[in-house]
């Protein structure tokens, strides 16, 4: 079948043979360590010759079969010595022999192959094969480049049609991708794909269009189709992999992160996509597809959040601070989740059944199917509740995708034994409160501070660097043996607060603390490329999400983001209305994902690389309006997204390809597949909130925003969903705003005030429960995001502008130095030198009474000196 698939490829072996013969480039004679030519006609000859030697002896091969055409190598070396007799032709007749045998051997290749499975092929012969292909790929002809480029998707597909069971199809998928890849398709790939990004003709011809469908993008959707195969095959890994795949794996991934591609990371073309889509100058781009590949690029080159957090470790050590207390990854797959609040319709019917009579099983009466998820309610009995129930709800992992073991606990409604957890897996903390304590030096000096200023009446204001932390001698020992061990012991030094300390030395002591070396990681090289489009970049993406968004309405001057899946002819019966609705939401849905993961992706390993690098992109989303369109996002029935089912089983690959295809109806799609939630959706909800989380974490302007925005209501119906994670981060926004929320709000909520008690981490100063809003005066609100601006630009500039002019480069003053430096001046400067002379100099009165007195000016600071 692979014969199919590639039979005019076949038919075509004199392509290879004509593209070596008119690609033979012209070599002159004094570069051969041979004696040189007397003169250039003998050198105009051996290039003639050799043209023709290759010609001939290729159509010579094509006339032969394989086993003759390999029995006739000596004779052919044989003519070449006859033909190249001379001494002085002996590396032009070796150059086109060395030419001729790889010809031989790829064209006896492709014959003796024909008509054979891919499956049987030899790896030499596979190899052969994709050297045809990746010939052809150089045609000028675009519907021949798009054969070949949907052959070699073929091959990245893992050859469906000669598979049996899905298990073979994905056993020679990653078998075909890593030869692929070996054999140099990618960057191939990458060349086409820059070609039809500058294609100028197609993006006029898809602007002037009143609407755009899937056959204007046919040839980029199959290039990054092929690109994203090997890029997410390759990145996975297992743990059968040959030795030589893993050493392709990390000169890939060194590959995609480093500025190699016009001298810029492979990220940054697909930005590029992306901002020129929003602009509406190329309209017809994949969107889907593009960010996709963006994502898990990033992905791959960065890490991910696992590894972040091991070189969260790694950089802490570096820089002598202490370990961290927990592992968060940990911590919250050992989180239960919580009942969600009862609503008022809820309670209003839990109270008419207690008076007639009826006893509830459970406290709230309408639940979820959620609910299956965890039976136990935790706030109905705490203090009955045993350690061996931790492990009864194993949540989900960093990432927000679910282990299968997990997602069949939450399919089924029969709760399945769970097997016990490792020793090494359990977690360490106080029953009832899952995180460690921290505090922050800032937070110990204002605690004493206040209690110095509320018990004694006096604070040490300028002298306030003498605390007990830094100066213990400064308070009485029975003080310093009771207080001082409380907070130190828990006393947490971010890796952003040493950055910040170094970055304000640098700033004031430039000339003692020297240049700064800066690490070349992934991250920083993507920053780099990413800074003078960093706010385009981000635009771009939050307009995208808002198209996606299912709370969003249509409008005329918003972008298409269904160019990827609307078909040119529009659907005329009911099955295919359906299926293209299906199709729809579906395509939105993978669009917030990708664009979800690739924001948390970055803000997570720039804020690893440098805070200042986080709060730049965080200061270009939140001028974006970010919060808000989050929040509009939340501003839905949450629980019909995450149990929305806009997949259709039978049509997944590589299921569809291997196994035959039912007869779909109506019913059959309406009842969608048998999973009860939407992962998808789910862990784009995850993401969205702890983006959010990082943007208003002690910032006081925009949880100020939060207020404005009235989010309360929106993330507190957020709190339906029974998912450890998601409820985690739901709090953490609940809690940063409730001193801001009034006494009566609280009190209508202790449900969810002790839900963030028992589940948020807890700090030394928190006055969220009782509403002490003294930290936070508006008027301070734009000073604070003014002030982290002026900062964010001071860094940018010291660290990245090259061609400042900086006061402390060096001066020039010797004289003869400067008159003896040579001047750049144009060609025809000799010509008017005169005319010059006499405009600007003679022309020119000399006031001689400024020049003395400027020269007795610069005599007497010289005597001084």
């Known amino acids: 079948m692979f014969g199919n698939a590639l039979r005019t490829d076949i038919k075509l072996p004199i392509f290879p043979c004509l593209t070596l013969i008119f690609s033979f480039k012209w070599i002159p004679a004094n570069k051969f360590p041979s004696e040189s030519l007397q003169n250039s006609s003998q050198h105009i000859f051996q290039f003639d010759v050799s043209k023709l030697f290759c010609l001939f002896f290729g159509f010579r091969a094509l006339m032969c ?56 092929l030899s790896t030499e012969e596979q190899r052969a094969y994709i050297m045809r292909l990746l010939d052809a790929l150089e045609v000028t002809d675009r519907d021949k480049r798009l054969k070949v480029a949907r052959a070699i998707l073929y091959l990245a597909q893992g050859v469906f049609d000669e598979c049996d069971t899905e298990t073979d199809v994905l056993h020679w998928s990653r078998h075909n991708v890593f030869l692929l890849y070996d054999m140099g398709i990618f960057t191939a790939l990458l060349e086409l794909l820059s070609m039809e990004i500058d294609n100028n003709q197609a993006c006029s011809s898809a ?34 992999d040959r030795p030589e795949w893993r050493t392709a794996r990390e000169a890939f991934k060194t590959e995609l992160g480093s500025p190699l591609y016009n001298s810029e990371p492979f990220a940054l073309l697909l930005f590029t996509m992306v901002t020129k889509f929003c602009s509406m100058s190329a309209p017809h781009f994949p969107m889907k597809k593009v960010l996709l590949l963006l994502w898990k690029t990033l992905l791959f080159t960065l890490g991910g959040f696992e590894d972040v957090q091991e070189m969260k470790v790694g950089v802490r050590a570096r820089l002598s601070l202490p370990p961290l207390p927990e592992d968060s990854i940990k911590v919250v797959r050992s989180m239960r989740a919580a009942s969600p609040p009862a609503s008022a319709m809820e309670l209003i019917e839990q109270q008419q059944q207690q008076k007639r009579g009826r006893r509830s ?11 299956t998820y965890n039976e136990r309610d935790p706030f109905k009995n705490d203090d009955a509740r045993d350690e061996e129930d931790d492990g009864d709800d194993v949540d989900s ?37 899952p995180w460690a304590p921290k505090v922050r030096e800032k937070d110990i000096e204002h605690f004493l501070e206040a209690s110095r200023n509320k018990f004694i009446g006096f604070t040490l204001g300028k002298f306030r660097s003498l605390t007990l932390t830094k100066s213990p001698s400064s308070a009485p020992t029975i003080i310093h043996a009771s207080f001082l061990p409380l907070p130190t012991q828990h006393k947490y030094i971010s890796i952003a607060e040493v950055q910040i300390k170094r970055e304000e030395e640098l700033q004031q002591c430039p000339m003692t603390m020297g240049e700064e070396h800066v690490q070349e990681t992934p991250a920083e090289a993507l920053y780099v490329g990413m800074l003078p489009s960093l706010s385009q970049y981000v635009i771009a993406l939050l307009k995208l999400l808002l198209a996606a968004a299912p709370t969003s309405k249509a409008k005329t ?17 009911v099955l295919q209305s359906m299926k293209l609705g299906i199709d729809v939401n579906r395509h939105k849905e993978i669009i917030v994902k990708a664009i979800s993961a690739l924001l948390l992706l970055l803000l997570k390993h720039f804020k690893l690389n440098h805070i200042y690098q986080f709060e730049y992109v965080s200061q270009h989303l939140v001028f974006a309006n970010c919060i808000p369109l989050i929040l509009k996002f939340f501003n839905q029935n949450i629980m019909s997204y995450i149990s929305a089912k806009n997949s259709i089983c039978v049509l997944d690959f590589p299921h569809c390809a291997v196994h035959e295809m039912p007869e779909l109806t109506a019913e059959s799609l309406e009842a969608g597949d048998s999973n009860q939630f939407c992962w998808r959706n789910l862990f784009s909800c995850i993401n969205l909130l702890r983006i959010l989380n990082k943007l208003t974490k002690w910032k006081h302007s925009r949880t100020m925003m939060l207020v404005v925005f009235k989010s309360a209501p929106i993330l507190k119906r957020a709190l339906k969903v029974k998912q450890a994670m998601m409820q985690l981060y739901v709090l953490k926004l609940l809690k940063i705003q409730t001193k801001y929320l009034g006494r009566q709000w609280r009190k209508s909520n202790m449900k969810t005030m002790s839900a963030i008690y028992q589940k948020v981490r807890h700090r030394l100063n928190d006055d969220w429960a009782y509403g002490n809003d003294i930290d936070a005066r508006p008027w301070d609100f734009q000073a604070e995001e003014c002030a982290l601006r002026e900062s964010i630009e001071k860094f940018n500039t010291r660290r990245y502008d090259r061609n400042q002019n900086s006061e402390f480069a060096p001066v020039d003053n010797c004289l003869q130095s400067v008159l003896g430096q040579r001047v750049e001046l144009p060609e025809d400067f000799h010509y008017s030198y005169e005319m010059w002379l006499e405009r600007e100099v003679f022309s020119q009165p000399v006031q001689w009474e400024d020049a003395c007195s400027h020269a007795d000016c610069i005599f007497h600071v010289n005597s001084c000196l």
């Open 65 to 120: 079969s394989d086993t003759e055409f390999c029995s006739r190598q000596p004779e052919a070396s044989q003519q070449c010595s006859t033909v190249f007799n001379d001494g002085k032709a002996v590396t032009v007749g070796a150059i086109c022999m060395g030419v001729y045998r790889s010809l031989c051997v790829c064209l006896c290749v492709c014959v003796s192959a024909k008509g054979r499975r891919w499956v049987e």
């Open 207 to 240: 602007v002037r269009k009143p609407a755009i469908s899937l056959a204007d993008s046919t040839e980029l959707r199959v290039l990054l189709s092929i690109m994203y195969l090997i890029v997410e095959t390759i990145r996975v890994e297992m743990e059968d």
């Open 361 to 371: 099983r459970r406290p709230l009466v309408k639940q979820d199917s959620l609910d």
């Open 397 to 433: 992992g960093i990432e927000g995708e679910v282990d299968p073991l997990d997602r069949d606990v939450i399919i089924q409604p029969t709760p399945l034994p769970l097997l016990p957890r490792p020793p090494s897996e359990r977690v360490s903390f106080p029953k009832g409160l």
């Open 557 to 573: 001057d918003s972008i298409n983001i269904l160019a990827d899946v609307l078909p040119e002819e529009m659907p005329i019966t």
